[in-house]
T-cell receptor, first 114, second 110 residues
Framework: KAGVTQTPRYLIKTRGQQVTLSCSPISGHRSVSWYQQTPGQGLQFLFEYFSETQRNKGNFPGRFSGRQFSNSRSEMNVSTLELGDSALYLC?????????????FGNGTRLTVT | GESVGLHLPTLSVQEGDNSIINCAYSNSASDYFIWYKQESGKGPQFIIDIRSNMDKRQGQRVTVLLNKTVKHLSLQIAATQPGDSAVYFCAENYGQNFVFGPGTRLSVLP
């Protein structure tokens, strides 16, 4: 069974631009979560989608948004990029959500904002 | 590869020895816990999980211990191998999402 796939693997953007990251979950998994990972803050929860609806949201500004499609694939968007948005963005999928289902992570998208 | 954490606590062990990685979790209401391993350039990989109605669970070469009284979780790795070198995270689930610990870097010495 294929794992969680994230594209692209690396991105370099300029301040003020916007970016879209993509995630394909494990087949059959209906919940997709996004995390931001930085050396200073560790793994921080962004949001979780289930059945095309955002079910949970972390403490990130509205510049961070996401969506989920009917096939459970998900995208996240960051608008008006800031230098501090440079991070590894991780997508994780699980069967039915964060209620006792382990998260399975992709290898992330490394975003660098210059 | 990517740097997971520049200032993580580090545990160095001799190859073949047992490793114990500790984690203090934050919420006494947490009822599900997971240990993850993250190698350079990769996402976190599931190792083992435990629910709050248990205090010990064993996998292949790994054991997780849960002490709810002091909100402490540990991961024991038997006969540590070079391939075990990575950053290890504990995660707790209460309510609606997982909260991750800061991580511990395990370095296996030859």
């Amino acid at each position: 069974k294929a794992g969680v796939t994230q594209t692209p693997r690396y991105l370099i953007k300029t301040r003020g631009q916007q970016v879209t990251l993509s995630c394909s979950p494990i087949s059959g998994h209906r919940s997709v979560s996004w995390y931001q990972q930085t050396p200073g803050q560790g793994l921080q929860f962004l949001f979780e989608y289930f059945s095309e609806t955002q079910r949970n949201k972390g403490n990130f500004p509205g510049r961070f948004s996401g969506r989920q499609f009917s096939n459970s694939r998900s995208e996240m968007n960051v608008s008006t990029l800031e230098l501090g948005d440079s991070a590894l963005y991780l997508c994780a999928s699980s069967l039915i959500g964060n209620d006792d289902s382990p998260l399975h992570f992709g290898n992330g998208t490394r975003l660098t904002v210059t | 590869g990517e740097s997971v954490g520049l200032h993580l606590p580090t545990l160095s062990v001799q190859e073949g020895d047992n490793s114990i990685i500790n984690c203090a979790y934050s919420n006494s209401a947490s009822d599900y816990f997971i240990w993850y391993k993250q190698e350079s350039g990769k996402g976190p990989q599931f190792i083992i999980d435990i629910r709050s109605n248990m205090d010990k669970r064993q996998g292949q070469r790994v054991t997780v211990l849960l002490n709810k009284t002091v909100k402490h979780l540990s991961l024991q790795i038997a006969a540590t191998q070079p391939g075990d070198s990575a950053v290890y995270f504990c995660a707790e689930n209460y309510g609606q999402n997982f909260v991750f610990g800061p991580g511990t870097r395990l370095s296996v010495l030859p």
